[in-house]
């Protein structure tokens, strides 16, 4: 038995190795397998993101009646892709957002509070499990935060954009 880099051994992923939200995962997406994260280092704690920053009482309570779990998905950048770089956004991370229950829309707030710690751009799978035809269903919607267009030296202001709900079984990324 041969060792093989890291490198070898991400690209030979399989759907069942990945990190998923629920039954998204970056291959389940239509992205690379090469962009994948292992499901071992795929869940990120709560305390990660709340821990950071001063947050109010009311985004804490959010976070802990709304999201049920944090799992990154995917890092797509030029060496995993074959894209040419980005000069604004040097790589994507794609992260999953798993809701309880009690969350009935997206959860903006939650967004921008975990794509404000961080400077690359983030994609997130919202991923939530609603009534439908007498039974369940696992839905997905994606969601951005995105400076608004302004003028030089005033401050940025920041807009989380999301998707429609679709089904999560026909929810990609291209």
Not at 104 to 127: D, H, M, N, Y
Request: net charge positive; proline share 5%; glycine share 10%.
């Amino acid at each position: 038995m041969t060792l093989m880099a890291g490198r070898e051994r991400r690209s030979m992923m399989t759907g069942a190795q990945a990190s998923h939200c629920g039954s998204v995962s970056a291959i389940s997406l239509g992205l690379p397998v090469s962009t994948a994260i292992p499901e071992a280092k795929g869940i990120l704690p709560k305390a990660l993101f709340v821990g950071k920053a001063p947050i109010s009482g009311k985004l804490k309570q959010r976070f802990v009646n709304e999201i049920e779990s944090i799992t990154m998905l995917a890092l797509a950048r030029s060496a995993n892709t074959g894209l040419a770089d980005g000069k604004l956004i040097p790589e994507v991370l794609i992260i999953g957002l798993k809701l309880t229950a009690k969350a009935t829309e997206i959860p903006s707030e939650v967004i921008e509070l975990i794509a404000g710690q961080r400077k690359s751009g983030i994609v997130f799978a919202c991923v939530r499990e609603v009534p439908f035809e007498g039974r369940t269903r696992e839905e997905c919607a994606f969601a951005v935060r995105r400076a608004q267009p302004g003028r030089a030296g005033h401050t940025l202001i920041y807009h989380v954009y999301a998707g429609d709900w679709q089904p999560a079984g026909s929810a990609s990324l291209s």
